[in-house]
């Protein structure tokens, strides 16, 4: 009987974990659907890179208001979670604050003791973090592709941390030979009065805290698949992946480039054979009209977005009302890669076509015409997300595969097909600007 | 401005045996559109001021394909891109200079994976150039005292993270430069870039480069200054959209170091 607990927590801990191995192989296996790329080049300014920005969060603090609080609330998870190990110890031996065997009292007592300081911290920036959601209602969190699912998640997450971060000092207040030790109990000595001294009374709620707490952490673990909150685990592979190039440089399709030599070839027979090797390459499709047209990196890029909408509130486009979010473009390309998933689990692990695809059912032509390419969201994204790469590949799908530019646009190309300039005018005037005066 | 400017091509230093320190790129709106052409001008004089030996290629140059890139047409930036390859190999041309950041971010970073590889540079990182190694030399005091604001341009800008160059080559002037709330690498797009220029905008509540002058009226200026045809043009129609063009005007840095 004694061994019942052991037992149960090892059947939780196991059923949590389990559940959330299986979703992230479920969340790489999504994302190879993605074309491959290589990115081995530049290997230390990629750690670089992500020591910087996501360790280090560099961007984060470019606004130091929700900066700061963020922080703290990313150090309090971090640290905090230090405690986690030793609820795991103790939930699966049976023994109880391990850490006091192991560790001389002082030292305990002032790891516990910070831990209950960011605690409070934490609760304060999570209380701030609601208000500017709920009550100061900051545009960014108002658009229109933030009502509902994204909305909530967004609030869930702050209630989740209230909850976490108060079970853990009931924990500590509740506790009486960890009061009674007087060390590291810096705020829970203040919240221990509250529940009276009846000792059989305090033994069930800190045993209850107890359990909630590492039952909450364990669904806690698991909504960050179904959240925006993912980015506490792909924030660091993503900002590895990130550009290393000029934001400026946008990249040549190979493709294109074979096809381009094999026009302005003189020698070249049209009718020739196709080279040998030839055969087995897929036949190039131009752009990018699913998510299984864009690479790897994008599709990361995805699930990483923390919808905080620092692009958007920087997108020229967004800010004189025009239609385009690049929030939108990745939260589009999230939710359609998350049903191509589903589709493919649902049909033994192959695609079945739903008729439906990114573009046109998810992120219209008018949305992709509007960017300018100014690459403003690039520079504002917290995580080195790209919403600029998937517009252009988007873009080059519908002028190369369904010739589906804008008018003027077309006659822009027309002319400088024709005459090496966007305007209708003489190659060989190129020139007369300097005669004329 | 009503003198002839001497603008040699590169056929013709071809013809002589000899190289010119740099090329200058022109580019189709440096070519063709009235106000850019002015542009052109004013550095051809800088470059004649500086005694640099420098050639276009004149009525060998084509567009450089940025444009036809960014609307999403790569097969005509493809062949753009090769076929100017072509030619600026065939004359060995190691440094080019233009005066259009589109031009500069597409040669500099698109083009060498194509087979083009030069030291590509822009006018105001090259007028700064000139001017701390002696070779240029400001005289007049025309801006001394003027309020003048830099309007980033996206693809000097954020995209090759050149924000000093213009910046230092302006404080040259002994103006007062004054800068706007979005600068630097929060600048706002002039709404021109990624083939925006030749298209209507998307239906919204304003015009990006309204916005954009908005921006730049908050500092007060005298003068806005750019380094980019395609953002004078923008900050020009603003100007006018604000019924301002009779107190501030929109200067490319060429001109303004051409007539200081
Ligand atoms: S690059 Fe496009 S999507 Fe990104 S901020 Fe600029 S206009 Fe908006
Ligand atoms: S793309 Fe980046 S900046 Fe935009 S909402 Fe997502 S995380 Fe925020």
């Not at chain 1, 290997?43 to 208001?65: C, D, F, H, T, Y």
């Not at chain 1, 988007?394 to 595969?401: G, S, T, W």
């Not at chain 2, 394909?65 to 390859?85: C, H, P, S, T, Y």
């Amino acid at each position: 009987m004694q061994y019942i607990p052991n037992i149960l927590f090892l059947i939780i801990l196991a059923l949590g974990i389990g559940y959330f191995t299986l979703n992230i192989k479920k969340l790489i296996r999504n994302i190879k659907l993605g074309k491959a790329v290589d990115a081995t080049d530049n290997k230390g300014e990629r750690w670089r890179n992500m020591a910087r920005i996501a360790l280090g969060q560099s961007k984060m603090v470019k606004r130091p208001i929700a900066g700061f609080l963020h922080i703290v609330v990313y150090v309090g998870f971090i640290i905090i979670n230090i405690e986690v190990l030793e609820i795991i110890i103790d939930g699966l031996f049976g023994t109880h604050r391990v850490g006091l065997k192991v560790l001389p009292e002082s030292v305990y007592g002032f790891l516990i003791g910070s831990f209950e300081i960011l605690a409070v911290l934490v609760l304060v920036s999570v209380v701030i973090f609601w208000l500017r959601r709920n009550v100061i209602k900051l545009k960014r969190f108002l658009s229109s592709e933030m009502s509902g699912w994204p909305k909530n998640d967004g609030n869930i997450i702050l209630y989740f941390e209230v909850v976490l971060m108060c079970l853990f000092l009931i924990m500590n207040a509740t506790d009486t030979t960890f009061q009674n030790l007087g060390h590291g109990n810096v705020v829970s000595q203040f919240i221990a009065p509250w529940f009276g001294d009846n000792p059989d009374t305090l033994h069930i709620i800190e045993r209850t805290a107890w359990w909630l707490h590492i039952v909450g952490i364990l669904i806690f673990l698991n909504y960050l698949y179904y959240s925006k909150h993912l980015h506490i685990l792909l924030a660091f592979p993503n900002t590895y992946f990130g550009s290393v190039t000029p934001k400026g440089k946008f990249n040549n399709l190979e493709a294109v480039t074979k096809e381009v030599k094999l026009m302005m070839d003189p020698n070249a027979d049209p009718f020739a054979a196709a080279p040998e090797g030839a055969e087995d390459e897929v036949p190039a499709k131009f752009g990018a009209s699913d998510v299984m047209d864009l690479n790897q990196i994008q599709l990361l890029n995805a699930y990483t977005c923390t919808e905080c909408g620092r692009c958007t509130s920087a997108c020229p486009a967004n800010l004189t009302g025009k239609k385009l979010s690049p929030r939108k473009i990745m939260m589009d390309t999230r939710d359609r890669l998350e049903e191509v998933g589903k589709n493919i689990d649902a049909n033994g692990g192959e695609f079945k076509d739903d008729g439906k695809q990114l573009l046109g059912d998810y992120i219209t032509n008018e949305e992709l015409w509007a960017c300018t390419t100014c690459n403003a969201c690039v520079e504002e994204c917290p995580v080195s997300i790209n919403p600029l790469s998937i517009i252009l590949d988007m873009r080059r799908y519908l002028v190369m595969e369904q010739s589906a530019a804008p008018m003027e646009l077309n006659n822009m190309m027309t002319n400088i097909e024709n005459n090496g300039a966007p305007w209708p005018y003489n190659q060989m005037d190129r020139l007369n600007w300097a005669k004329e005066d | 401005m009503s003198e002839e400017l001497k603008v040699p091509t590169m056929a013709e230093f071809m013809a002589e045996g000899k190289q010119p320190e740099i090329l200058f790129w022109v580019g189709s709106a440096g070519s063709y559109d009235d106000r850019a052409k002015k542009i052109s001008k004013a550095f051809v004089k800088i470059l004649h001021k500086a005694n640099v030996a420098f050639a276009v290629l004149g009525e060998e140059e084509s567009n450089t394909g940025d444009v036809a890139k960014r609307a999403g047409n790569e097969f005509l930036f493809q062949m753009q891109a090769m076929m100017n390859i072509e030619i600026l190999n065939a004359y060995e041309v190691k440094r080019i200079v233009t005066c259009d950041p589109h031009s500069y971010n597409c040669i500099k970073n698109e083009y060498p994976s194509l087979g083009g590889n030069y030291d590509v540079v822009h006018h105001t990182q090259f007028i700064k150039e000139l001017i701390s190694s002696g070779r240029l030399t400001l005289e007049g005091n025309t801006y001394k005292g003027k309020r003048i604001t830099f309007h980033d341009p996206c693809y000097l800008g954020r995209a090759n993270s050149e924000y000093d160059a213009p910046r230092d080559v302006l404080k040259q002037t002994n103006a007062n430069l004054i800068e706007m709330k979005r600068h630097k690498s929060t600048a706002l797009c002039c709404g021109a870039g990624g083939a925006q220029m030749f298209k209507e905008p998307e239906k919204g509540n304003m015009d990006i480069n309204v916005l954009r002058t908005e921006d730049a009226l908050e500092t007060k200026p005298d003068i806005i200054a750019t380094g980019c045809p395609y953002c004078n043009t923008m900050m020009t129609d603003g100007v006018k959209a604000k019924e301002k063009e009779g107190e501030i005007s929109v200067l490319d840095i060429a001109e303004l170091i051409a007539n200081s």
